[in-house]
């Protein structure tokens, strides 16, 4: 079973950037994967997702602020997070979309604040 590890989140202030960081321990190179988030209080929600060929989609709340990329050789998955606001705090986590094929990592919290 691939087991999944984020990284890279913090405490940030609004305008802020972050990378964060997945890392799987098994190949994750033909499937889509996903950055999910959730906030205190709210459903997990896809935020971005990238397919195996580097086709990419984005919720529209982080359009033109988040970056989703992939390099396959490392089994990693990164998400460039600009422009952060107050609302993108949450746990970011990462897995597959749409299907989640993995248990879900620990996560890495994202905070941001002034």
């Known amino acids: 079973q691939v087991q999944l590890v984020e990284s890279g989140g913090g405490l940030v202030q609004p305008g802020g950037s972050l990378r964060l960081s997945c890392v799987a321990s098994?190949?994750?190179?033909?499937?889509?994967m996903g950055w999910y988030r959730q906030a205190p209080g709210k459903q997990r929600e896809l935020v971005a997702q990238?397919?195996?060929?580097?086709?990419?989609y984005y919720t529209d709340s982080v359009k033109g602020r988040f970056t989703i990329s992939r390099d396959n050789a490392k089994n990693t998955v990164y998400l460039q997070m600009n422009s952060l606001k107050p609302e993108d705090t949450a746990v970011y986590y990462c897995?597959?979309?749409?299907?989640?094929?993995?248990?879900w990592g620990q996560g890495t919290q994202v905070t941001v604040s002034s």
């Open positions: 098994g190949s994750i190179s033909r499937l889509t």
């Open positions: 990238i397919t195996r060929g580097g086709t990419t």
């Open positions: 897995n597959s979309s749409p299907t989640i094929s993995f248990y």
